[in-house]
Every structure is written in structure tokens, then in C-alpha cells.
């Protein structure tokens, strides 16, 4: 029989290096304690009897020493072209702030340069919008209406420059002189054009009043060409401009036929006096328009001159300013 001998102090190392491997697990070393406290002969196997892998040095697994961050990157693979590449962009940012930050300034230099020279220009237009405006009632204007164009764009441009502006009193004194000046251009434009067609259809038609001078097929066809050009007038009218002349016009357009019929009738029985009956009723119906188109034109220019005078005023105080 082979007597076993027990060896006290081994069994003591043991717990030991347990107490030992027990603080680290309390530290988080859980993986550590277990790889040390495994036995070799517990630990897997591969084919060959090899060990899978090694247990770590103890250095390796908790070394709370301090290093020197210099030594650290000595032989280390530092990428210069992202570090350059880093600072070019972060110049480029700068440079673009930069830009933002001036890019207000120079918009309001520009923006104060273009005023000066629309607000020079619209006030060089005031005189024509004037002229445009008293002679509204004539059929032929003292000036040529395609001169509006230019106004009403200078007025437009001027507008959109107000948008650009940072100061406030220039800012509204802008967009009420554009403003101003935009409507007083519609209003001359509509008006003319509706008055430029509608006076030539007022003035009483020669018609023919003696039966021995004139066939009544001929004195009818006359009448009529003249009755579809005021239909053809009436009917190209616009919407909207002068609504109370434009409805007289219908009026007397469709009574139109019924002078016609007693028109001819008094020419076939050949009397005088009921012709010029005829002619003078429509007469005094063409002059009742006439007044009609003279007061409410009388009344749109009245408007126009408020317009020409609000953009004066407000181009004299960007001037003053």
C-alpha cells in the first residue's frame, strides 16, 4: 500500500492566488480570473493536444502605469494627407463665413447704387406721365404712349431694388415711389387706350338726309357699316375700365337697329324734317356718351395726378436722405 502525502502549503498557495484572482474579478476580470484559475489540463484541445490560447501576461491585463503620449506615436503610421486635407477645409469654411459675413454690406452698396441711379430716371419720367395724363381725352396724346414701357420698367426695377434695402426709411420710401408710379402707368395705359377708341365712334356718322341724292339700299348699307363698327367697338372694349360709359355703349347699341328702320323710312317717304328727326335724336344720344366719357375720365386722371405727386414726394426724401 502506497500512503498519500498531503502537502498543507500548496493547498494554501491556492486560496491565495483565488483572493488574488477574485479582486480583479470584482474589477471586471472576469474573463482574466477564469483563464488563470482553469488548469491546463481543463482548458480545450485542439487535435493535436495544443492549448487554444495562451493565458496573458499579467502586465497585459491591468497596467495602470502611465505612458508617455510622445513614445506612443513614435513609429506610428500618422496620415498627413487627411491631416491637410482637414485644415484646407476648415480654411475654406473660414473663408466662406467670412464671405457671408461681408456679403450683406456689399449688397446694400450695390443695391444703394442701383437707387440712385432709378430714382434719377423716374423722376426724369415725371413730366411725360403729366403730359400722358391731360391728354387723355384726345384721340391722338401729346406723347407717344410706348414711352410707358420704360417708365413702368424703371418703376419695376426700383421695386425690387426696395426689397434689397436694410435701412427702413429708404426701404418704404422706395416701394411707395415704385408703387405709386406702377399704377399711375396702368391707369394712363387703360384709360388711354379706352378712350383713343371709344372717342372716334362718338362723333356723329355722315348719313345722307336728301332721298333725290342717295338709293335706300345705299343710305341702309351706310347705316349699317356704321352700326357694326360700333358693335365691333363695343365689343373690344375691356372689363373693368369705365363700366358706366361701357354700359351706355350697350345701350345705344342695341337701340341701333331701330334708328336704322326709322332712318330709312323717313328717307323713302321723303321727309326732311323726320330724317333729321332721326339723325338728331342718335346725335344727342352720342353726345350723352360723350359727356359720360369726359367726366369719368375727368375723374381717373384726378387719380393719375395723386399717383404722379406720391412719386415725387417719395423720390424727393430718398434724394434728401
Request: glycine fraction near 6%; charge should be negative; avoid cysteine.
Amino acid at each position: 500500500m502506497t500512503a498519500t502525502i498531503k502537502r498543507p502549503g500548496r493547498r494554501k498557495a491556492n486560496q491565495r492566488r483565488r483572493i488574488r484572482f477574485s479582486s480583479l474579478e470584482t474589477l471586471g476580470f472576469t474573463d482574466v480570473a477564469s483563464s488563470w484559475t482553469d488548469s491546463p489540463s481543463n482548458a480545450p484541445q485542439t487535435p493535436r493536444g495544443r492549448h487554444l490560447a495562451k493565458p496573458p501576461k499579467p502586465e497585459e491585463v491591468a497596467d495602470w502605469r502611465p505612458h508617455d503620449f510622445g513614445r506612443r506615436l513614435d513609429g506610428s503610421n500618422v496620415r498627413w494627407g487627411m491631416i491637410t486635407a482637414i485644415i484646407l477645409l476648415l480654411g475654406g469654411l473660414g473663408g466662406l463665413g467670412y464671405w457671408l459675413y461681408q456679403r450683406p454690406v456689399a449688397v446694400q452698396q450695390a443695391a444703394e447704387a442701383e437707387l440712385t441711379t432709378q430714382v434719377a430716371t423716374l423722376e426724369a419720367a415725371i413730366p411725360l406721365l403729366t403730359e400722358l395724363n391731360q391728354s387723355l381725352l384726345s384721340a391722338e396724346p401729346a406723347s407717344d404712349t410706348t414711352n410707358l414701357d420704360s417708365v413702368e420698367n424703371v418703376a419695376r426695377d426700383l421695386f425690387d431694388t426696395s426689397a434689397l434695402l436694410t435701412k427702413p426709411e429708404l426701404r418704404s420710401a422706395a416701394s411707395k415711389a415704385a408703387n405709386s408710379a406702377l399704377d399711375g402707368v396702368r391707369l394712363i395705359r387703360e384709360t388711354h387706350a379706352y378712350s383713343s377708341v371709344v372717342l372716334p365712334m362718338l362723333e356723329m356718322p355722315s348719313l345722307e338726309t336728301d332721298r333725290d341724292l342717295i338709293a335706300l339700299d345705299e343710305a341702309a348699307r351706310s347705316f349699317g357699316d356704321w352700326q357694326l363698327a360700333m358693335d365691333n367697338m363695343r365689343t373690344a372694349l375691356p372689363d373693368g375700365v369705365l363700366p358706366d360709359v361701357t354700359q351706355q355703349l350697350d345701350i345705344l347699341s342695341g337701340d341701333l337697329t331701330s334708328f336704322l328702320g326709322r332712318y330709312v323710312d323717313a328717307l323713302r317717304q321723303d321727309q326732311v324734317a323726320a330724317v333729321n328727326s332721326v339723325l338728331g335724336s342718335l346725335s344727342t344720344r352720342l353726345g350723352t356718351i360723350a359727356d359720360a366719357l369726359t367726366d369719368s375720365v375727368g375723374d381717373i386722371q384726378a387719380r393719375i395726378q395723386i399717383r404722379i405727386d406720391e412719386t415725387a414726394t417719395a423720390l424727393g426724401q430718398i434724394v434728401s436722405r
